[in-house]
């Protein structure tokens, strides 16, 4: 007898297994993506299509069609928002993706085996740190009276600053905070890229040249494209939806300082309660994260051949 030969014992199928338990497995996790994902994001889309204030129920939820939209675009509050928005991404991207990269390439050395783990580690701190704890911690640090920040600052001299009673002060601490937060983020991604480097090529680079910008730019950089696209497309739309922290901290102010889209669109869906242009906004500003992401890769990603 051959020795693939089976058994009718072994042909016969798992008592409990049929055509429908993969989806039994899958079932909770889709569903749970439903409840927390699609559902919501389908809600706000219709909406959005609708006069939706619900301090005034008995006015019912009309459709009125792309007058929400109309009003969010001719708001020039929205547009204020989103200005200051893309001016804290420019300011925060380009400083925690330096950072990012030199912290990268220090642990990327050889040697210093101990002191690199303790590094990767506490690079992971920060991550696992909520927004809400971020905020709570930057209140305590640009405190006037008794913050870290201006005991520094006192040191040599300077000092005390009101952070966070004045519109420049304010807008530096929350990007500091946001800075401490998302730098190792950026690191860990370009220490995973760089470790994809095969040993030997980068060894005979380093024969080759002393020039480690040239190192950087014709031997690390192909490998570090993919994360960097990851970091861009991922920090854009932290940074779009991004509201616990600066609320814990300034709540969006002093005036307007800090008032970042995502403040905008709580305070006109929370507490003005006018779900139906809340919404529209939301909607628009997913769209605008689709158009982005669709940029950076088109732009930024390359295949590592």
């Not at 050889?110 to 002191?115: D, V």
């Not at 509201?243 to 889209?261: E, K, N």
Request: one cysteine or more; charged letters at 15%; a positive charge.
């Amino acid at each position: 007898m051959s020795d693939t030969a089976t058994s009718p014992a072994q042909r016969r199928p798992n008592r409990g297994y049929g055509r429908w338990t993969p989806l039994w497995f899958l079932a909770p996790a889709v569903l749970t993506l439903f409840v927390i994902g699609i559902y919501p994001t389908i809600f706000a889309l219709v909406t959005s299509f609708r006069r939706y204030n619900i301090t005034r129920p008995r006015e019912g939820f009309p459709f009125i069609g792309f007058e929400n939209y109309v009003n969010v675009l001719t708001d020039s509050t929205f547009w204020s928002s989103l200005f200051l928005t893309a001016k804290f991404y420019v300011t925060v991207l380009p400083i925690q993706v330096v950072l990012g990269l030199a912290i990268a390439l220090l642990l990327h050395k050889p040697g210093m085996g101990l002191l690199k783990s303790l590094a990767r580690v506490t690079l992971v701190v920060p991550l696992a740190t909520t927004y809400a704890v971020v905020g709570l911690i930057g209140r305590l640090i640009f405190n006037r009276d008794f913050g870290v920040a201006n005991q520094a600052l006192s040191v040599v001299g300077l000092g005390p600053i009101d952070w966070l009673s004045t519109p420049d002060g304010a807008f530096a601490a929350i990007v500091i905070m946001d800075v401490w937060q998302w730098t190792p983020f950026c690191a860990l991604i370009f220490l995973a890229g760089l470790s994809m480097v095969p040993g030997e090529i980068e060894e005979a680079a380093r024969l080759e040249t002393s020039s480690k910008l040239a190192l950087l730019r014709h031997v690390q950089l192909p490998y570090l494209l993919p994360g960097l696209t990851a970091v861009m497309i991922l920090r854009s739309a932290d940074v779009l939806k991004l509201f616990d922290m600066v609320f814990v901290m300034t709540r969006g102010g002093p005036g307007s300082a800090t008032d970042l889209i995502s403040i905008y669109i709580q305070r006109v869906g929370f507490r003005i309660f006018d779900l139906g242009t809340a919404s529209a906004q939301a909607i628009l500003l997913l769209i605008l994260t689709i158009i982005i992401s669709r940029l950076y890769i088109r732009l930024l990603y390359r295949e590592v051949h």
